[in-house]
């Protein structure tokens, strides 16, 4: 067990632990984790029995940048026929191990790719207009930026919080990952 680890999972992934988002990303500093690819090994193994994935994106000198994502939960958004038709014409296919590998492909280049969002379980209304946009002229900001349907995505937003916040009280009280996958 790692608690910094868990920490930074709690901070930035606790929608997608609690099952009401698809994936969240985060980078995670090598010194702040020691053995860091223990530490992934064994939390790998902990989350998959929970449907529950992690995967590098990007292996950097100094940090990793990690997926934590549910598969379920994003093929969910990627059958959606605006999402797959966004994914084919983006160069993607319908395959997970496929896409993530495009991902890191494109996330190899210096520019952050902004498709990243069908990933992280966004809305593809506004991950399409965001990318139209530039991330200009958006109605609200949230976790991502919104375009479309501004009081839909407010609530949803207002059931990240919750999740979020019940997940770092948890985690701050003195319960650790199984604890509370179990609970």
Not at 19 to 41: H, I, M, P, Q, Y
Not at 146 to 165: P, T
Request: with cysteine; hydrophobic share 35%.
């Amino acid at each position: 067990m790692n608690r910094k680890f868990e920490e930074l999972l709690f901070l930035f992934c606790s929608c997608t632990i609690g099952g009401v988002k698809a994936g969240s990303l985060f980078t995670c500093r090598k010194k702040d984790v020691k053995n860091l690819a223990s530490v992934l090994e064994y939390y790998r193994e902990m989350l998959q029995k929970d449907n529950i994935e992690i995967e590098i994106l990007l292996d950097r000198k100094d940090s990793v940048l990690l997926y934590i994502y549910r598969r379920k939960l994003l093929l969910n958004v990627w059958n959606q026929k605006s999402s797959k038709k966004f994914l084919l014409k983006q160069g993607y296919t319908l395959s997970v191990e496929k896409n993530l590998e495009i991902l890191k492909l494109r996330l190899s280049d210096d520019e952050f790719p902004h498709d990243i969002g069908v990933f992280l379980g966004y809305s593809i209304d506004d991950v399409i207009s965001f990318m139209e946009h530039k991330g200009k002229n958006c109605k609200c900001i949230g976790p991502w930026k919104v375009y479309h349907k501004e009081k839909e995505k407010q609530e949803l937003f207002a059931k990240f919080k919750e999740c979020s916040d019940y997940y770092l009280h948890s985690f701050y009280s003195g319960n650790n990952l199984s604890q509370l996958l179990h609970a």
